[in-house]
């Protein structure tokens, strides 16, 4: 069973920044893209940027140029580092692995979530 943990949440003030990260307990990141989600209170859980098995990455288009993902597949980790964050970036933040990010579909491996607050 593979099991996701994420890291890296936190409180930031608008316009600061946070990396967060996502380990896997197997090689997962060898064979599946992976995936970065959040929900809002109130809202639903939206895609924010995934990259595939081969390296291709997209994103949601409110947080292009603010966001990067990447990993790193010897460290079976991946990260979303997250730049001039806005207060409308406050949800919890999931990492997802094994979906098809470009047809909407997530994949069934989950993490546990981490909150990102942004606010002054």
């Known amino acids: 069973q593979v099991q996701l943990v994420e890291s890296g949440g936190g409180l930031v003030q608008p316009g600061g920044s946070l990396r967060l990260s996502c380990t896997a307990s197997?090689?997962?990141?060898?064979?599946?893209?992976m995936g970065w989600y959040r929900q809002a209170p109130g809202k639903q859980r939206e895609l924010v940027a995934a990259?595939?098995?081969?390296?291709?990455?997209m994103y949601a288009d409110s947080v292009k140029g603010r966001f990067t993902i990447s990993r790193d597949k010897a460290k079976n980790t991946g990260y979303l580092q997250m730049n001039t964050l806005k207060p409308e970036d406050t949800a919890v933040y999931y990492c997802?692995?094994?979906?098809?990010?470009?047809?909407?579909?997530?994949?069934?491996?989950w993490g546990q979530g981490t909150q990102v607050t942004v606010s002054s």
């Open positions: 997802n692995a094994g979906g098809r990010y470009y047809t909407g579909t997530p994949g069934d491996y």
């Open positions: 197997g090689s997962i990141f060898n064979i599946y893209g």
């Open positions: 990259i595939t098995s081969g390296g291709s990455t």
